[in-house]
């Protein structure tokens, strides 16, 4: 079956002070549909790198990225920044939703930015915030909200425009165990459900336990490890 | 696609921050008022003058002028019956002059524009004033009465309504310093909004009357003459000069208000650049706005790239945000225009009455392309300064948080290149000094306070530096930290002191160009007034020729016990065809001449060739204005014809930046035949007192009226009348620091509320409220006192360009540059005083926010 996502000698270099940093050496990985992958490794190593390439926030110094089919380093920046809007959706650490949009408006902003919803496409985004339990919140907005209610908005969020691939950066890390395990739950269920690919930055040992393959970063180099 | 959400995000970012949008509204109001507002005063005394004019002119098409005396009025009957003439020109005379009406309580001078004419000839030029013209204009005129009555007149209905005057009525009216009395005979009912501006404090009388009024009986100062274009037209005009007196000239009628016109161009220039400057603040303070809205939202504008909005839709969200603030500062800043406006249009006409001619603007002429001008520049000038940020957001890379970090050390590698451009910019401003033209000059000094801004945050790199060691030691930690702040937070501090250093330098530059110019001015009159009493005649009119006197009152004063010297003056304006020549006609002796101080040409040789030899001097701005160098001659129109004179020095003169031209009474007496005089100064003997002498002056005039004045109190005129010159530039001054005080105000508010989670993990680890205060205190004083040091070498520097380049281009006067303390305290005072109560209410919130809340703000 074909891959969803694609990682083909993937090379990211930076440039700190003067000297080149390599976060990825020729990396090689395929994540298929509907499985979630988790990127474990230390602070740095990084997973946040690789995600901000799978979703072609980030170019690769080398090699290339490919999401359904389509190779991201051949994109312009307004190609990418387009499918992105079409076939992504993102989950962060710090929650990061739009301070000045109530939960509802956040959970509809992705739809919104692909261009007028359609009443269905509406009603199953809603649906969504029923599903992550806020329906009754739909009007707050975020500085209301406790920690865990606002990472279940933005994991609605995450989802509202139908995604193809689900990239969350560590969505437990700013959460207490308990209230983690909650919305991990929520977003494994409903990415499986909906048949979307995860592919996840953790540091958390319970996640691992959820996924279906994990890769590791370690010295630039990524390897997969026995769930 | 749709983006109502963002939009909608937008929108509620703006109602959060208050404050900071109402600043920036403000902002721009004011920028938009204080340039609308000269506009409309420029405008309107553009349009009254044009409107009196055209109401004078009326459809004349040449006009016959004589000398200072006019033209004996025997002339036009000549004409009229000169051969070939008589029916196939149509001539009507005139006797102009003006009056002033009793000041009422409360009220300011009214002056009316008196109009003498011949009702019969007027009908082919001023249908207005044709005896029972029953059309648009129709005049309920007593034809019978105003040939007739001694002193009657006719006024427009609405001057009689506002005056409160009836068909019969009598007013007093003081001309030449005497009260006269004027019959209303007649009203005229106009229309039009165009007529009736235009009639509004006219005057029209019979000829005779007229010349009564003045004391000019015998003579007439015109005639107005409608003469076909083409062959005929020529033909005509080469028979009318050969039947010309001596001393008569045909000029064409539009040339006067072209010159005149011209006269006031380079003050009018000067205010629309100072309003203009008051916009470039409001420029900045949007530019601030926008850049902080930008930055205090860099990591909500990295969510959405990452969720997909584009570059372009963050690029039009930051640009509508601009465009709604610069809609709702445009509008507020039009209605407040013409507040300003009808406040400036006093100031505006009361220089051109002291300096130019005699003006009177009765209302604001609100033009739509005045406002047309004013929203678009507005409106312009938001989204222009709203670019730079916009363009920045949507270079914010779509990551959940860049580092601050990243941030500066991007904003310190541009430093070199801003420096560059800042340098470049300085050299073009100064390149385009160098051409002579008012205009490109404008744009050298912007160029250079531009350039100046963009070297700001380097300097403050280098001070900060500086700065760090001693306020170590002065404050401890604390002190080294708001030192390290200034730097680390660059990317905004700088703008916040760059905006700082050009209001404050600006500020400085203008101080510094007025406090010069007057103590050149206070050194001039020093020099120039040396007699003990000044006599003139009372004219409430203003203008430069003013009311004549009787050289007998003179040969009294000269009589008199005590008086030791009497020093004659006539000034006269000499009708040319490049326009007026203001003649001064000065010396009694060597002495009176020689306290002039020639720039060029040598005293010993020049004074006495104009005493006795028939020579003249031009003053400096006369000189620059038309070209003329000693050696040079100057052809001047004398009664007996045009000739040359010759010119033998440059002087020094503060009097008219039109210029003039000084010569002996001897030589005037010789070209001229007019005895009148428009003043004299006496000297009295030592030990006689200035004041009983002026007592004794009174009694010898007899009825006439006379202003008769000390040397001190004629100075002090003077200086009061350069200080409400510059009244309105004080004003566009005190504008222009007003908008960039809120700017800068906003910037460092925003600079310091921003740093609220900094201060949180601060008073999480100890830090008092008090200390907290130091801090914020230290770090917006810091930046106050950088700006402030910066701001005085540009300042410096602009004051410099204005003295040497802009003044000397405009009004053709050199004037030392004097460097008062007391400007540069000021400025530095302002600049301080501004950081550091931009500094209060963040410092206010910190001590009262406790510290877990403000670690919660993220």
Redesign the interface.
Known sequence: MTPLAELRNLTKTYEEGGRQRTVLCAANAAFARGELAVLVGRSGSGKSTLLNLLSGIDLPTAGEVVVDGVVLSALSERERTLFRRDHVGFVFQLFNLIPTLTVEENVLLPLELKGSPTAGARAAALDLLSEVGLADRRAAFPDRLSGGEQQRVAVARALAHDPLLVLADEPTGNLDLETGLQVLELLDSLTRRAGKTMVMATHSPEVVGLADRVFRIEDCRLAERAP | ??????W???R??LV?HPWQIGLAVIGVALGVAVVVSIDLANTSARRAFALSTEAVTGRATHQLVGGPGGLPDTVFRDLTLAEGLAGRIAMAPLVEGYGALPEKEGKGRRVLHVLGVDPFSEAPFRPYLKPGDGGRSAPAIDLGALLTHPGAGVLSAESARELGLRLGDSFHLRVAGADRTVELAGVLEVTDEGSRRALADLLAMDIAAAQELFGRAGTIDRIDLIIPEGDRGGKLLGRLAAALPPGAQILRASSRSQTTEEMTRAFRLNLTALSLLALVCGGFLIYNTMTFSVVQRR??IG?????????SEIFALVLGEAAAVGVAGTALGLASGVVLGRGLVQLVTQTINDLYFVLSVRELALTPLTFIAGAVLGIGATLLAAAVPAWEATRT?????LARSILEERYRKALPRATAGGLALLLAGLLLLIPHNLVVSFSGLSGVILGCALLAPVATVLLMRLLRRPMGALFGVLGRMAAGGVVAALSRTAVAIAALVIAVSVSVGIGVMIDSFRQTLSRWLERTLQDDVYVTVPSRAGGFVGADLDPAIARRAAAMAGVVRVETLRRVELATPEGPVRLIVLGTDLWGLARHELQQGDPATAWPAVLDGGAVVVSEPFSRRHGVEPGAGLRLPTDAGPRLFPVVGVYSDFASDQGLVLMSRATYRRFWHDPLLSGFSLNVARGVDADRTIERLRAAAGDAALLIRSNRALKRISLDIFDRTFRITAVLRLLAGLVAFIGVLSALMALQLERMRELGVLRANGVTPSQVWQLVTAQTGLLGLAAGLLSLPVGLALAAIMIFVINRRSFGWTIHMQVAPGVLLEAFGLALVAALLAGLYPAWRMARTSPASALRE?
């Open positions: 696609m749709s983006t109502a959400l963002l909608r995000s937008s509620r970012h959060r990591p909500l969510i959405l790239r990452a969720l997909g909005a584009t570059r890379p779509p990551r959940a948080v993220e």
